[in-house]
């Protein structure tokens, strides 16, 4: 299984700002998935990128993947407060459904008043 | 919304003793996984069900650990004769036949061994 490493290893920055993090992995890939984990809670997805797509928004969120560099970004764009998390990148193998992710260790936002 | 249900959220057990913590995926989906989060920022795969088989058991322990995928019933995570080490947060997720879908993770159960 491949395993995604997030970079940086934490993020702070001001309301309103722009958030970057990226991800870094070594196989091919199906596709690349982002998560967000709030403090003491479960994994949330949030977006899912094929290996044939460039870029992909949902909301204030944008990605990117280049598998030549085999690298992805998560962009959140305006941060709230409410967007203090961690965020985890799990590529996706060739496999089905059944594909387990591997998580790195995360990027851990912190988005101050 | 759809969830995946975890259950207990919380569980103490003393050293020796066993425990049992269970999952009820999301209707319709295939595959069942679970994780363990030690430190607060790494998961480790333990395995993943295809329905009620095994798919992939590559991470979990030899000893102590076993799980199950029953039809009708929540999926379980049995931990016999728990150690200290087993402290943790342990996440079960469910997802759909194809992988070009996200994954739906439950909320965990945080299991502390005294």
């Known amino acids: 299984s491949q395993q995604g490493e997030e970079d940086p290893q934490a993020l702070s920055i001001q309301e309103g700002e722009n958030a970057t993090m990226n991800c870094s992995y070594k196989?091919?890939?199906?596709?690349l998935q982002w998560y967000r984990q709030n403090s003491g809670r479960g994994l949330v997805h949030l977006i899912l990128i094929r290996s044939n797509e460039r870029e992909k928004h949902s909301g204030r969120l944008r990605v990117t993947l280049d598998t030549s560099k085999k690298s992805s970004s998560l962009l959140i764009t305006a941060s709230r407060a409410a967007d203090t998390a961690s965020y985890f990148c799990a590529p996706g193998g060739l496999t089905g459904g059944g594909n387990k992710l591997t998580f790195g260790t995360g990027t851990q936002l912190k988005v101050e008043l | 919304g759809e969830e995946v249900a975890q259950t207990p959220k919380h569980l103490v057990r003393g050293e020796g003793q066993k425990a049992k913590l269970y999952c009820a995926p999301i209707k319709g989906h295939s595959y069942v996984f679970w994780y363990q989060q030690v430190l607060k920022n790494e998961f480790k795969f333990l395995i993943s069900?295809?329905?009620?088989?095994?798919?992939?058991e590559t991470g979990m322990p030899k000893e102590r650990f076993s799980a199950k995928c029953l039809p009708n019933s929540p999926c379980s995570l049995e931990i016999q004769a728990t150690k200290l080490e087993d402290s943790a947060v342990y996440f079960c997720a469910s997802s759909q036949t194809t992988g070009n879908y996200g994954y739906t993770f439950g909320s965990g159960t945080r299991l502390t061994v005294v």
């Open positions: 196989t091919s890939i199906n596709n």
């Open positions: 069900f295809q329905n009620e088989n095994v798919f992939d």
